[in-house]
């Protein structure tokens, strides 16, 4: 199994762990993490944005 497969399908599971693994505790994290507070959805976009660029 692709290492990028996984991370997109934690993106759409579990957003902050897929951009935790990816870009480890920083500014991209919190970021999710607020957004998935906010609303899910957005969480989930900036998860799978910071894991396929």
């Not at 897929?18 to 970021?31: E, H, N, R, W």
Request: glycine letters at 6%; charged letters at 15%.
């Amino acid at each position: 199994m692709d290492n990028k497969l996984v991370l997109i399908i934690l993106s759409l599971l579990l957003p902050p762990v897929a951009v935790f693994l990816k870009k480890g505790a920083g500014k991209d994290l919190v970021i999710n993490i607020v957004l998935c507070l906010l609303m899910f959805f957005p969480g989930v976009v900036h998860a799978l944005w910071v894991n396929l660029k």
